[in-house]
């Protein structure tokens, strides 16, 4: 084996290490121990006792919908915000822009209970924002937390907004890699 291949799997043997005892490790026993009923002793091979329980569960069918859901909802309303703020931040007429970046990145530095929290002040039923200004234009309130489909819009505005940031940074990578001369003769 070549030095240089020693060296490098040299600095990739602690990674794999804690890659295979935190991580793999665990994902393969929690497999293993998916498949036996452990309510015997001795434990019993019975795939069926806990696979077979999870499929009919109407929870689990529940959040696979709900999940489904957001997937093809806040994906592409994310995309597309995102690509639309790469640009707007690739604009040289735009003034201050690391500070436009900052503040569309912050989000996502933000920690997800604060995030949620302010997520909850601003859509409660009693004193939030968004309640106050739909009353102000005469729509009235709206029960946010206890309509299923008001929550689901919800959950996908603050996923949106806490993530919209972070893509429209990596589009933003993606097109100051491009030459200026491509700039130049898409002017042309």
């Given amino acids: 084996m070549p030095k240089r291949n020693r060296t490098a799997y040299f600095f990739l043997f602690p990674f794999l290490t804690i890659f295979a005892v935190f991580w793999a490790w665990p994902i393969v026993q929690s497999l293993v121990l998916s498949l036996f009923n452990t309510r015997a002793n001795p434990w019993v091979f019975n795939p069926q006792a806990n696979w077979g329980r999870l499929f009919v569960d109407p929870a689990f069918s529940n959040a696979l919908y709900n999940t489904f859901v957001i997937m093809v909802i806040q994906v592409p309303i994310m995309l597309a915000l995102a690509t639309v703020l790469a640009v707007m931040l690739n604009s ?18 933000v920690s997800e209970v604060a995030y949620a929290a302010v997520f909850r002040l601003m859509f409660t039923n009693d004193f939030g924002i968004i309640n106050k200004l739909l009353n102000s234009i005469g729509i009235g309130s709206v029960q946010w937390f206890s309509n299923p489909n008001a ?3 919800v959950i996908i505005m603050a996923v949106t907004w806490r993530w919209v940031g972070y893509n429209a940074i990596i589009l933003l990578s993606g097109l100051q890699s491009i030459p200026e001369d491509v700039y130049e003769a898409a002017t042309l």
């Fill in 92 to 109: 040289r007429l735009l003034r201050a822009r690391g500070l436009m970046r900052f503040a569309f990145f912050a989000p996502v530095v």
């Fill in 151 to 153: 929550a689901m819009a």
